[in-house]
């Protein structure tokens, strides 16, 4: 996560354009020398992505270095972010922010908070009119104190609600903006650190929402103890104690430990019912331990064996959707009773698409209400719908080629975007569904494409990535098909047109001696003569082939009975070809009767635009390596 901070950093160093000491932005945003160099390790993190980084030079300082053009889009970027943390100076951001005032102190008086909004003292007024009414939706109020000032006050989980809505915005990309005082930015990321590393150690794989909906809380929580405000026992006595405590209370005990705080059985309580969080595996589908007692365990048994009536479909059958629909239940039953609200951000389109799933929802909602006298919203009903969705399609399973799964609006949404792909595309094999925040997991995965609902950067991906705007559209159906046969056509070309018999090694110094010794060495294993290194040399004189990034493709068109052929050589350093260095050297011979191989120019020049690929091919020389860089295996 990166902070207003590190994004000021960032601006600063971009500014200057020269060496800057840690002293120097210290002083900027107001830490430690030793806290500037922990922001700059978190920088270098996320920077690397791009191709750049935040270079030290001992006794000098630190110093933005990359290429103009990521630079310029870094820039771009976090002057945007930078603008977007800025409350405007609407009625609605005023009230903002005198909210925020409120929170991080005990007792306000009208003269501070006129000097924190910079309003009058008549306009402040004016303004607490307006703060009072969003309080009433929180059960909650200002009370005022001679000589103090005044305090909002009311049920602690409510106020932890209001804060939750008004002292913290998460961002798009996941981009926290805290506005509570007490909680340093450096003890944020300490916080996210604690929270990831507990996650991936038990084998959890959470939603980008989920994640923020912890974290969120926990900074709540953690602001809330040091103001010395804790939750009344009549708040949680009837909470579940769900089976994502004891991973909740592991992280926060580190978080207690790690910003000296004392935490307590309550804290704990309210993180785990409130957070969303399931501690289920959707990938490796690992199973969670049932308790056949359990109330929840039995109303979704007596549920679902009603509703196999209506469907055909015993869902009790599948453990994914079990697991699932066992685990929201729970946890929803908590959020309830803690008075915290999930809005879905799909709630119009699954009710158009997905009417049946909607209606057993419905049924499940009026039957939880019965039974536990709790109510769902529609944002619930369509979250519960999304689970019946993904089982019906899961239901009509098939398998093929290796598909990851990108989603950042939940398991249920991502869990019914597979089983559509599946069901829909006979030659595909869904290999895990990830939120963005585990994007490094889910490369590691042996895999063809990438479905992303969020838009990623497919310069950084070795393979297809397919952007899905609509998640309940089959656009993404055709443009699958459609880009699984042209890798096999590709794959199919590169075959045709590349052999290991024709990759050398060669040396030269200048690029007359390169196509001459190229072309001998394919010579004399029997693929070109000397008219094909002749037409060779004709068509190079003609226009120099050297095209950047150390790469030359000589090429000629072939009459005859020459099967089409791509020699590689590689020389031992690189040589002026024409006006640009070269180092690797595709001679590109065609016979003009095999005029469907022509798409290969393509693909190569995808392989050049990556300096990286290239360097990489120089590096290994491998015949191998070099087509599975070129994605031809």
Same mark, same amino acid.
């Given at each position: 996560m990166i902070s207003k901070k590190h994004s000021m950093i960032v601006k600063y160093l971009i500014e200057k354009n020269e060496y800057v000491t840690a002293v120097e932005l210290g002083q900027l945003i107001e830490v430690s020398v030793r806290t500037v160099k922990r922001y700059i390790k978190d920088l270098n993190y996320y920077l690397n992505k791009s191709g750049v980084e935040i270079s030290s030079v001992k006794g000098i300082g630190y110093k933005l270095q990359g290429s103009a053009k990521e630079i310029k889009k870094i820039s771009e970027e976090v002057s945007k972010f930078l603008e977007g943390l800025q409350m405007d100076d609407s009625l609605e951001g005023r009230i903002t922010k005198a909210i925020c005032v409120f929170l991080n102190y005990e007792y306000v008086n009208a003269e501070e908070l006129s000097d924190r909004l910079n309003l009058s003292i008549p306009s402040t007024n004016k303004l607490i009119t307006n703060v009072k009414d969003i309080l009433k939706n929180y059960d909650l109020k200002i009370i005022s104190k001679p000589h103090y000032g005044s305090k909002i006050t009311g049920d602690e989980i409510k106020i +932890?609600?209001?804060m939750l809505n008004y002292a913290i915005k998460i961002h798009e990309n996941s981009l926290t903006e805290v506005r509570i005082e007490n909680i340093l930015d450096e003890e944020i990321l300490d916080i996210e650190k604690i929270i990831s590393e507990a996650l991936k150690k038990n084998d959890v794989?959470?939603?980008d929402k989920? /994640? !923020?909906? %912890?974290?969120t809380r926990v900074i709540v929580s953690a602001s809330r =103890?040091? !103001?010395?405000?804790?939750? @009344? !026992?009549?708040?949680?006595?009837?909470? /579940?104690?769900?089976?994502n405590y004891e991973l909740i209370q592991e992280i926060m005990e580190k978080v207690a430990d790690n910003l000296k705080l004392v935490i307590d059985e309550r804290e704990i309580q309210y993180v785990s019912s409130s957070c969303g969080i399931v501690a289920y595996n959707y990938n490796t589908r690992k199973t969670l331990i049932k308790d056949t007692n359990d109330e929840v365990n039995k109303f979704a048994d007596e549920t679902l064996q009603e509703l196999s009536i209506i469907t055909g479909i015993d869902f009790r059958k599948d453990i994914d959707f079990i697991n699932a629909f066992i685990m929201h239940i729970k946890i929803y039953i908590n959020r309830f009773r803690a008075g915290v609200k999930a809005k879905n951000p799909l709630l119009s389109q699954i009710k158009t698409k997905f009417p049946m799933e909607t209606n057993l929802a419905t049924i499940v909602a009026k039957k939880l209400e019965e039974e536990f006298n709790v109510t769902l919203d529609e944002d619930e009903i369509g979250f519960i719908a999304m689970h019946f969705g993904a089982a019906f399609e899961r239901s009509k399973d098939k398998g093929g080629k290796k598909v990851c799964i990108i989603c950042h609006y939940g398991i249920g949404t991502s869990r019914l %975007?597979?089983?559509?792909?599946?069901? +829909? =595309? @006979?030659?595909i094999n869904i290999i895990g569904t990830y939120p963005v925040r585990y994007l490094d997991m889910a490369l590691e995965q042996d895999i063809d494409f990438i479905v992303s609902t969020v838009k990623l950067d497919k310069r950084n991906f070795k393979i297809p990535v397919l952007y899905i705007e609509n998640v309940f559209s089959d656009e993404i159906i055709n443009e699958l098909n459609q880009i699984f046969n042209e890798k096999d056509e590709r794959k199919k070309i590169l075959r045709d047109t590349f052999n290991r018999e024709a990759f050398f090694k060669i040396s030269a110094e200048n690029r007359e001696e390169a196509i001459e010794n190229l072309g001998r060495a394919m010579k004399s294993k029997g693929f070109i003569d000397d008219e094909v290194i002749a037409k060779v040399f004709e068509r190079e004189n003609m226009s120099s082939t050297d095209i950047g990034h150390l790469v030359a493709i000589p090429h000629t068109i072939l009459d005859g009975e020459y099967k089409s052929i791509i020699g590689v050589g590689v020389l031992e350093k690189p040589i002026i070809w024409h006006k640009q260095e070269v180092q690797l050297i595709f001679m590109v011979c065609f016979n003009r009767k095999e005029s469907y191989n022509f798409p290969v120019f393509k693909y190569l020049y995808n392989f050049i635009e990556d300096e990286g690929?290239?360097?990489?091919?120089?590096? %290994? /020389?491998?015949?191998?390596? %070099?087509?599975?860089?070129l994605d031809a295996k």
């Amino acid at each position: 996560m990166i902070s207003k901070k590190h994004s000021m950093i960032v601006k600063y160093l971009i500014e200057k354009n020269e060496y800057v000491t840690a002293v120097e932005l210290g002083q900027l945003i107001e830490v430690s020398v030793r806290t500037v160099k922990r922001y700059i390790k978190d920088l270098n993190y996320y920077l690397n992505k791009s191709g750049v980084e935040i270079s030290s030079v001992k006794g000098i300082g630190y110093k933005l270095q990359g290429s103009a053009k990521e630079i310029k889009k870094i820039s771009e970027e976090v002057s945007k972010f930078l603008e977007g943390l800025q409350m405007d100076d609407s009625l609605e951001g005023r009230i903002t922010k005198a909210i925020c005032v409120f929170l991080n102190y005990e007792y306000v008086n009208a003269e501070e908070l006129s000097d924190r909004l910079n309003l009058s003292i008549p306009s402040t007024n004016k303004l607490i009119t307006n703060v009072k009414d969003i309080l009433k939706n929180y059960d909650l109020k200002i009370i005022s104190k001679p000589h103090y000032g005044s305090k909002i006050t009311g049920d602690e989980i409510k106020i +932890r609600s209001l804060m939750l809505n008004y002292a913290i915005k998460i961002h798009e990309n996941s981009l926290t903006e805290v506005r509570i005082e007490n909680i340093l930015d450096e003890e944020i990321l300490d916080i996210e650190k604690i929270i990831s590393e507990a996650l991936k150690k038990n084998d959890v794989i959470v939603s980008d929402k989920d /994640f !923020n909906e %912890l974290l969120t809380r926990v900074i709540v929580s953690a602001s809330r =103890i040091r !103001n010395k405000r804790v939750i @009344s !026992n009549s708040a949680i006595k009837d909470s /579940f104690k769900l089976e994502n405590y004891e991973l909740i209370q592991e992280i926060m005990e580190k978080v207690a430990d790690n910003l000296k705080l004392v935490i307590d059985e309550r804290e704990i309580q309210y993180v785990s019912s409130s957070c969303g969080i399931v501690a289920y595996n959707y990938n490796t589908r690992k199973t969670l331990i049932k308790d056949t007692n359990d109330e929840v365990n039995k109303f979704a048994d007596e549920t679902l064996q009603e509703l196999s009536i209506i469907t055909g479909i015993d869902f009790r059958k599948d453990i994914d959707f079990i697991n699932a629909f066992i685990m929201h239940i729970k946890i929803y039953i908590n959020r309830f009773r803690a008075g915290v609200k999930a809005k879905n951000p799909l709630l119009s389109q699954i009710k158009t698409k997905f009417p049946m799933e909607t209606n057993l929802a419905t049924i499940v909602a009026k039957k939880l209400e019965e039974e536990f006298n709790v109510t769902l919203d529609e944002d619930e009903i369509g979250f519960i719908a999304m689970h019946f969705g993904a089982a019906f399609e899961r239901s009509k399973d098939k398998g093929g080629k290796k598909v990851c799964i990108i989603c950042h609006y939940g398991i249920g949404t991502s869990r019914l %975007l597979a089983e559509k792909l599946k069901r +829909r =595309i @006979s030659d595909i094999n869904i290999i895990g569904t990830y939120p963005v925040r585990y994007l490094d997991m889910a490369l590691e995965q042996d895999i063809d494409f990438i479905v992303s609902t969020v838009k990623l950067d497919k310069r950084n991906f070795k393979i297809p990535v397919l952007y899905i705007e609509n998640v309940f559209s089959d656009e993404i159906i055709n443009e699958l098909n459609q880009i699984f046969n042209e890798k096999d056509e590709r794959k199919k070309i590169l075959r045709d047109t590349f052999n290991r018999e024709a990759f050398f090694k060669i040396s030269a110094e200048n690029r007359e001696e390169a196509i001459e010794n190229l072309g001998r060495a394919m010579k004399s294993k029997g693929f070109i003569d000397d008219e094909v290194i002749a037409k060779v040399f004709e068509r190079e004189n003609m226009s120099s082939t050297d095209i950047g990034h150390l790469v030359a493709i000589p090429h000629t068109i072939l009459d005859g009975e020459y099967k089409s052929i791509i020699g590689v050589g590689v020389l031992e350093k690189p040589i002026i070809w024409h006006k640009q260095e070269v180092q690797l050297i595709f001679m590109v011979c065609f016979n003009r009767k095999e005029s469907y191989n022509f798409p290969v120019f393509k693909y190569l020049y995808n392989f050049i635009e990556d300096e990286g690929d290239v360097r990489s091919a120089l590096k %290994l /020389f491998s015949f191998d390596k %070099l087509m599975e860089i070129l994605d031809a295996k």
